[in-house]
């Protein structure tokens, strides 16, 4: 247990733009708290394997091992993710230190010709790897021709561009970072489209051990988004959620400041032999322990109604 703190921090991340600015936004926000701290910019499988889907070739853990053999070498002393990348079960050692107060959770429709997806034409080519996104357009929109698309945010728009696709689906909160609002047309609701479990926020993961580290970064967290987030993962936690299970999951506190979280869930069958499949559940939570709680309550309610669960990924 290391119960000091190093005199100059490091964070790994990924080399594209927005896990550049998501770790250079953490950097600052330590900064100003008198830390100094460097980044250390790295590519990984996650980043490399572009002509298959993650459900595919290993799943949201090709992302973040790279990362996490840094911090276990001693390169690093924390890693910047995209909450919904993380792996619902961490390796043995690491820990999710921190959740920042979440950005825009909601899908973004972007296209060139066309407002919305209503709007697009029978047939019409729409571009995303999301087995979520895939299942929940094709229950919207069962005529659309669904294409894969793989790359960091400036490779799918550039796709897009090239006219590869009449639209292409992607998270609001990238977009948005980046500075490239005016590349939205619309977003999707929660109705039409629940977002991923912890999509539009950021984890901080350390070592275990970095007692001194983990005490440092509760400065920079939002206990409302943790609390929000843990409940989702714990939905996919419970279904063994990976990029190989369509699944969504979204909660929201009540507008009463009563305490009391909504947590909404869709699952789809992977092979489309079964309709979507939708839970949800409203209860206090002021601690991880009852988001846990509340998560597996909603999980439960969807294996009742036939939703199948999968094993994690190693």
Same mark, same amino acid.
């Given at each position: ?64 091992k790279e990362l996490e053999t840094a911090l276990l070498q001693g390169q690093a002393h924390l890693a910047v993710h995209s909450l919904k990348d993380v792996p619902m079960e961490l ?19 972007v296209s060139h010709h066309y407002a919305q997806l209503d709007d697009l034409p029978q047939g019409a080519v729409v571009g995303t790897s999301s087995l979520r996104r895939q299942v ?5 929109r069962p005529d659309l021709k669904i294409e894969p698309l793989r790359g960091n945010i400036d490779t799918r728009l550039r796709k897009l561009d090239e006219g590869q696709f009449d639209?292409?689906? =992607?998270? !609001? #909160? /990238?977009?948005?970072? *980046? %500075? +490239?609002?005016? $590349? ?9 489209? =629940?977002? !991923? #479990? /912890?999509?539009?926020? *950021? %984890? +901080?993961?350390? $070592? ?12 920079? #967290? ?93």
């Amino acid at each position: 247990m290391s119960t000091t703190l190093p005199s100059s921090l490091t964070i790994a991340t990924r080399k594209s733009r927005l896990a550049l600015w998501q770790a250079e936004h953490i950097q600052q926000r330590l900064k100003a708290l008198g830390h100094t701290v460097s980044l250390l910019g790295m590519s990984t499988t996650g980043d490399q394997i572009l002509d298959r889907s993650l459900s595919k070739v290993g799943g949201k853990g090709l992302f973040v091992k790279e990362l996490e053999t840094a911090l276990l070498q001693g390169q690093a002393h924390l890693a910047v993710h995209s909450l919904k990348d993380v792996p619902m079960e961490l390796p043995e050692g690491f820990v999710l230190a921190c959740v920042t107060e979440r950005g825009n959770p909601y899908d973004a429709f972007v296209s060139h010709h066309y407002a919305q997806l209503d709007d697009l034409p029978q047939g019409a080519v729409v571009g995303t790897s999301s087995l979520r996104r895939q299942v929940i357009l094709q229950h919207l929109r069962p005529d659309l021709k669904i294409e894969p698309l793989r790359g960091n945010i400036d490779t799918r728009l550039r796709k897009l561009d090239e006219g590869q696709f009449d639209a292409i689906i =992607l998270a !609001a #909160a /990238g977009l948005e970072r *980046l %500075g +490239l609002h005016d $590349r939205i047309r619309c977003l999707f609701t929660p109705e039409q489209m =629940l977002p !991923a #479990a /912890g999509q539009g926020a *950021l %984890g +901080l993961e350390v $070592r275990t051990q970095e007692s001194a580290l983990i005490a440092t970064l509760q400065a920079l #967290a939002h206990p409302p988004t943790w609390l929000a987030t843990a409940a989702e993962r714990a939905v996919s936690r419970a279904l063994g959620g990976s990029c190989s299970v369509p699944l969504a999951a979204h909660a929201v506190w009540s507008e009463d400041n009563s305490g009391s979280l909504w947590l909404r869930a869709i699952w789809g069958d992977p092979e489309g032999r079964q309709p979507l499949l939708e839970a949800d559940i409203r209860g206090p939570v002021q601690h991880i322990e009852q988001a846990d709680q509340l998560g597996q309550q909603v999980a439960q309610m969807l294996l009742d109604a036939g939703a199948k669960r999968t094993a994690l990924p190693a």
